[in-house]
């Protein structure tokens, strides 16, 4: 099961003093969490698009984090926010996006 952060003053920590890395379609924050597991959190702008555009981006980005947890490491926050170009790429391109952050931040095994 995925771990979430749902807190406003998880994300506004991770905001304020996470590291941040970004690329054209994602920014990711990652930030310590004090806990045995890693969460994720994921931010989509209202003006990426309409509720259906937005929650379709979520799910994606929620399926690519399923298949590369076992392989990050425990005990952060990854905080994902998208970009307004997203709606327009594919979930092949979202997903090298994606792992092209998790090998620059250096939060695999």
């Given at each position: 099961?995925?771990?979430?952060?749902?807190?406003?003053?998880d994300?506004?920590?991770?905001?304020?003093?996470?590291?941040?890395?970004?690329?054209?379609?994602?920014?990711?924050?990652?930030?310590?969490?004090?806990?045995?597991?890693?969460?994720?959190?994921?931010?989509?702008?209202?003006?990426?698009?309409?509720?259906?555009?937005?929650?379709?981006?979520?799910?994606?980005?929620?399926?690519?984090?399923?298949?590369?947890?076992?392989?990050?490491?425990?005990?952060?926050?990854?905080?994902?926010?998208?970009?307004?170009?997203?709606?327009?790429?594919?979930?092949k391109?979202?997903?090298?996006?994606?792992h092209?952050?998790?090998?620059?931040?250096?939060?695999?095994?």
């Amino acid at each position: 099961m995925i771990k979430t952060v749902k807190s406003y003053f998880d994300f506004k920590k991770a905001y304020e003093k996470g590291k941040s890395f970004g690329n054209r379609n994602l920014i990711l924050y990652i930030r310590k969490n004090d806990l045995d597991h890693t969460r994720i959190g994921i931010t989509v702008s209202k003006k990426t698009g309409n509720a259906v555009v937005r929650n379709k981006i979520r799910r994606r980005i929620k399926e690519i984090y399923r298949e590369v947890a076992p392989n990050l490491k425990e005990g952060f926050d990854l905080i994902f926010v998208v970009r307004r170009n997203v709606p327009g790429i594919s979930f092949k391109e979202l997903k090298s996006a994606f792992h092209h952050l998790i090998r620059i931040s250096k939060m695999e095994k």
